[in-house]
């Protein structure tokens, strides 16, 4: 009996809404008001982006870099983002975007597939992002030194500092890389780009 007592006393004085209580949490919710934020989906127009880089072969990659290989990312027409919920006009502090990936060197050696992007605000019209893909690789010209010589599937990874330009262009500075992450052991390929991109939103 006296642990259910001294249960119910110290539940009563420190959890209770006392009026005191509860107006004192309500004046505290009220000042942070204005920070409250809400993930919402929204369906978007269509997005392209083309990267422009040089490339080498991770697994010889004393050969350094060299040109050309060409990253295309079409965007799925919807939008996952978090924002505040009392100011919309604000940029999204979070945007989550399914996208189409095509990648190939001037070899015509390419990868397809899909991918998820999330970007985060680190500044008024500044974004850093990074994607994640599961492709299919295929190589169309064997034995050259881009870093795609098996048939098979491999994770994309892209790395991306993007500046909005205006309402229809983006800028950015990107880091890709393609490999088999030692989950499919029959597939070697490894490659690196670095690329610089322009998006266009219709």
Known sequence: MKLIFIFLFFSITYFSQTNDRKTMLDSINKSRE??????????KKLKVEVIAGVFRNRETSNQGFEPINLTYNIYLPF??????????AKEKILKINPNLIIHHSKYGNYAIGLGNRFSFLIHKKMYLSYQIGLVWCEPVKKNTNDGINFMGFCFQHQFSFSYILNKHIELSANVLHISNANL????????DVLGVGIAYQF
Do not use: E, W
């Open 79 to 88: 939008q996952f983002d978090l924002n505040y919920l009392n100011i919309p």
């Open 184 to 191: 499919f052991k029959g597939v070697k390929n490894n490659q």
């Open 34 to 43: 204005n920070q409250r934020g809400v993930f919402k989906l929204y369906i």
